[in-house]
């Protein structure tokens, strides 16, 4: 007997479930924008103490790094309430939905405290992410996309939407850093 699993779809999610998803998501992402911005300003405070403003210039690395981030974590969000079907057809599915469903939201809160703590430990020392490591500063946001992608590729037939999400994705980190 072949499992077959249904396409990803707006009809199989739900009309209100996916725009909501992904309005909470477009919300989101344009907090965390602003709060990861004002973070980094306040990160920077004790370089310019003496002159009591958050007037820091943010390198257009930075701003990048911030866009892709903000909408990897918004992703979180929105993967959360796609996958927010309180029963599926069988229990597997169902329990599936639910995996699915909780995980993006472990993990966001699992690397905010991951980022909290390299702040702390980045704070007294001289390293930086824009200078010694470039690259893998976007692991984070693009591992988060990803992990979102696979709990959904679990439960769905999702091969078109995520290549249209990815696209909206890259799309929507080049905005956030322009704002």
């Known amino acids: 007997m072949k499992n077959l699993k249904p396409n990803f779809s707006i009809d199989e999610i739900g009309k209100f479930r996916f725009y909501s998803g992904a309005l909470i998501g477009i919300g ?4 965390l924008n602003s ?3 004002m973070t980094l300003r306040l990160c920077n405070l004790g370089m310019y103490i003496d002159q009591w403003n958050l007037n ?3 390198s257009v690395y930075y701003y990048t790094l911030i866009g892709f981030t903000s ?24 329990l599936k939905l639910r995996m699915a469903q909780i995980n993006p ?10 980022l909290l703590r390299m702040f702390w430990f980045l704070s007294g020392v001289k390293l930086t992410i824009e200078k010694d490591f470039p690259i893998l500063g976007f692991m ?8 979102c992608w696979n709990l959904i590729s679990d439960v769905y037939k999702s091969k078109k939407a995520f290549l ?11 905005i956030l850093s322009g704002i």
């Open 35 to 37: 709060l990861f911005r």
């Open 28 to 31: 989101f992402s344009i907090i």
């Open 56 to 58: 820091y210039e943010i």
């Open 105 to 114: 939201i472990w993990i966001f809160f699992g690397t905010l405290m991951f």
């Open 140 to 147: 984070i946001p693009i591992f988060i996309y990803l992990y």
């Open 71 to 94: 909408v990897g974590f918004a992703f979180c969000f929105t993967t959360y309430l796609w996958m927010s079907k309180p029963f599926a057809i069988n229990r597997r599915k169902t």
């Open 164 to 174: 249209i999400s990815s696209l909206i994705f890259i799309i929507g980190g080049i």
